[in-house]
């Protein structure tokens, strides 16, 4: 059974920093691109981050670059998104997906509030 499951989000005050983690299974994960996605209140999906398999690569959004952080563990199938200086305009609902030419997998996505 595939399965992506986020975590790590919560509340953080802006210009704080947070890592979520998004952890595989049910798939040869290193196989796959890998992409954090997020999604705010009455606005499309965005793709905000992704990183090619074995990590050769990786791509940002330029509302987040020089922000946030994507990277790989293999060994632990899992991927993880930095974000440092955030804003509240950062507030969404944030999902992993999982790329393969012959697949797309989702996650359900952790709520991320940047608020004082």
């Known amino acids: 059974q595939v399965q992506l499951v986020e975590s790590g989000g919560g509340l953080v005050q802006p210009g704080g920093s947070l890592r979520l983690s998004c952890e595989a299974s049910g798939f040869t994960f290193r196989n796959y691109a890998m992409s954090w996605y997020r999604q705010a209140p009455g606005k499309e999906r965005e793709l905000v981050a992704s990183i090619a398999r074995g990590g050769s690569s990786t791509n940002y959004a330029d509302s987040v670059k020089d922000r946030f952080t994507i990277s790989r563990d293999d060994a632990k199938n899992t991927v993880y998104r930095q974000m440092n200086s955030q804003k509240p305009e950062d507030t969404a609902v944030y999902s992993c997906?999982?790329?393969?030419?012959?697949?797309?997998?989702w996650g359900r996505g952790t709520q991320v509030t940047i608020s004082s």
């Open positions: 997906n999982a790329r393969h030419i012959y697949a797309n997998y």
